[in-house]
């Protein structure tokens, strides 16, 4: 087994704490998944060697990079994917993901995205031979689309907080819901386990996500519903299956419905397994049962549950007090991280406890390696084997040369942290953008204005503009000075109270999926000139942040940004359109339309700035236009009635 340092691949993917002892294997590189129509199902399996039992691991991750396969289009639908590891015949799930909505993307276009699970938990099967097989379902054709996967697997040695013992599989299954005649009850029954031998503590991973659409609530997929779990009849964990924040998802905008929240899951993101763990006694016997909200579906439809659950068994190799750097969020350049990059101001440090008192302080040396250093200390709560997310203050200097970004614990709750292996963790950094000091902040609302605020604060959070109470499509223009050489961040949302007529919300300004709130656009132009500078994909969700640095400017229209501003009208149309396209700089673009089947339909080599569009000789329905220029795609949906 050849180890190597890999600090450089962990920068690119997501913060490293010590990499002298990582280990690297690729199972699956660029492998070219379609589905299999006729079946629903298709398999990948690769056979591989991971190090022997007798290596420990501190931490073991996975990361996933998802592309357009070679000469197609990316896969169309949100599809179940499930990543099994077979050892001695049995199947374990150690990871589960849901495609995207790839209409927009093709293989021509260097599309690609990334996502990374923790898999520490799973030590215990990463060692030896087995297969690790990506399962893809899915009934789409696979003539003109597919995906690539690549999945990498970092394997971080040291002493674990607690020493793999033992595997239980609990349930691997798929549960009616709501059905009268075979309830979930009678399918998902009390299962029994056995404490390993020289464990003292299980923790359970669920897995469950919901599906189908029943007649009578949208269930399973759409609707919200308690799931309690009792070991020994005792009830030690109670929820809604439920995943509320898909308008967040970092993968966005997408072609379908992406940010309609779900059962446990969004489009185009990993599922995020739900864990409990209890302290019991080796070789003792227990009884684990998952139950769900009791529902009766008499209207027609189906809904279901795909679920694992496994309990995994540990000896408790704790430390009193041992925090550990998970992971640094901002800066980075990692994909599951672009709603909060690149900054200019405060870093945002996710740190897991290990240990067995809960975090209550921690003291942070952080800023660019080589530049000045910043010291603070964090508040925080978090419990054992839990994990907080904390923003650190402001950075305000990031002069030094080179890239990299580094964040340190020095103290944890006023001592020093037993385990220091894992206290230091690097990022790469992305440079912010650059605008003049006099901006000017143009809003036009949409049907739904109650929905939407915006502010921009400099980097010690005090507020220089803040809007709301807006009027429907109406324009608003903003003259703003700031200072020279700061950090701002600018804040638009769109989490306020929908109005009642319209009770969608969280889904940005513009969305094909609701025309009924219309279209809003949002854009940066120069103080000076009226310029534009930045225009923001309307279509982006629950809300977006933006950061960037001042200069003083008099007169430069263009930044450096490739940037375009689409906009069809009317939309819907009906017999004819027109295609208004705003660039900061004077490449030419062009041109292709696709129908919500994915055809091309139209299409020219070169588009002016306004292009009459003669539309009668398409049906009614949904269609996208995707403008093409300097090798980036900007899409715009509308509707021909």
């Given amino acids: 087994m050849k180890r190597a340092l890999v600090l450089v691949i962990f920068i690119a993917c997501f913060s490293l704490v010590k990499a002298s002892d990582t280990t690297k294997i690729t199972t699956h590189n660029k492998v070219v998944i379609k589905t299999n129509p006729s079946v629903g199902v298709t398999e990948y399996p690769s056979a591989t060697l991971f190090p022997g039992d007798t290596t420990q691991y501190r931490k073991a991750y996975l990361y996933m990079e998802f592309g357009c396969a070679p000469g197609l289009k990316c896969g169309e639908w949100d599809y179940g994917n499930h990543i099994y590891l077979k050892k001695n015949n049995v199947r374990y799930e150690i990871a589960r993901f849901i495609t995207p909505y790839g209409f927009y993307w093709n293989s021509g276009m260097n599309w690609k995205h990334g996502w990374i ?69 009678s399918v998902v029954k009390p299962q029994n386990f056995t404490v390993a031998n020289g464990a003292d503590m299980v923790s359970f991973k669920v897995l469950q996500t919901g599906h189908g659409m029943d007649q009578q609530e949208n269930c399973a997929e759409f609707c919200s519903k308690e799931r309690s779990i009792f070991l020994d009849n005792q009830l030690i964990s109670q929820k809604q299956v439920w995943r509320d924040n898909c308008g967040m998802n970092s993968l966005y905008p997408q072609a379908g419905t992406w940010l309609y929240d779900r059962a446990g899951w969004c489009p ?27 529902y009766s579906n008499t209207t027609g439809g189906s809904a279901n549950y795909d679920i694992s659950v496994y309990g995994l068994h540990f000896k408790d190799n704790r430390k009193q007090i041992d925090a550990a750097i998970e992971d640094i969020i901002a800066p980075s350049k990692h994909y599951d991280y672009l709603r909060y990059n690149p900054i200019c101001g405060a870093p945002i440090i996710r740190v897991r406890n290990l240990g067995k008192d809960t975090l209550k302080r921690l003291d942070f040396e952080y800023g660019k390696v080589g530049g000045k250093i910043q010291r603070i200390w964090v508040p925080c709560l978090i419990a054992p084997f839990e994990s907080g997310t904390m923003e650190l203050e402001a950075i305000y200097d990031w002069s030094g040369s080179g890239n990299t970004f580094f964040a340190k614990l020095i103290k944890v709750n006023d001592k020093d942290d037993e385990y220091q292996d894992d206290n230091i963790a690097y990022s790469t950094i992305t440079r912010s953008p650059m605008h003049p000091n006099k901006l000017y902040v143009v809003f036009r609302s949409n049907n ?105 400017n008099m007169g430069i229209d263009e930044l450096g940004f490739d940037n375009l501003l689409i906009d069809f009208y009317p939309n819907p149309a009906l017999g004819s359109g027109h295609l208004h396209i705003e660039s900061v700089n004077s490449s030419e673009y062009s041109y292709q339309i696709y129908d919500a089947n994915g055809k091309a339909i139209g299409n020219s080599e070169s588009v002016s700035e306004v292009t009459d569009m003669d539309l009668n000789d398409l049906a009614a329905g949904v269609y996208t236009i995707i403008v093409y220029q300097n090798g980036t795609a900007y899409t715009k949906r509308f509707i021909i009635l």
């Avoid at 938990?121 to 995906?147: K, V």
């Avoid at 595997?167 to 009268?180: E, H, T």
């Avoid at 019991?280 to 684990?288: A, C, R, S």
């Avoid at 513009?510 to 534009?532: H, K, P, S, V």
């Fill in 268 to 294: 185009g993101a990993p599922v995020i397994s739900d864990d409990q763990f209890k302290m019991l006694t080796q070789g003792t016997e227990h009884t684990y049962h998952l139950r769900m909200q009791e």
């Fill in 117 to 185: 699970y923790d898999l520490t938990d799973f030590s215990y099967l990463l060692h030896d031979s087995f297969e690790i097989i990506y399962q893809h379902s899915g009934y789409e054709g696979n003539t003109d689309r597919g995906w690539t996967v690549t999945l990498d697997f970092y394997l971080i040695n040291g002493e674990p907080a607690r020493i793999p013992k033992g595997i239980s599989s609990i349930y691997r299954l798929g549960a009616p819901y709501g059905n009268v005649n075979n309830p979930f009850d």
């Fill in 448 to 552: 739904a204005p109650s929905e939407n605020s915006y502010k921009i604060r400099d980097a010690r959070g005090n507020v220089v503009l803040s809007r709301d109470n807006f009027v429907a499509n109406t324009t608003y223009r903003d003259t703003v000075f700031l200072g020279n050489n700061i950090c701002y961040t600018l804040e638009f949302s769109d989490e306020g109270t929908p109005p009642s007529s319209m009770p969608l919300n969280k889904d940005g300004l513009e969305w094909w999926a609701n025309t009924a709130d219309g279209a809003g656009t949002f854009q940066i132009r120069n103080g000076n000139t009226n310029g534009l500078i930045k225009s923001f994909a309307p279509d982006f969700g629950t809300r977006f942040d933006y950061q960037f640095m001042t200069t003083f």
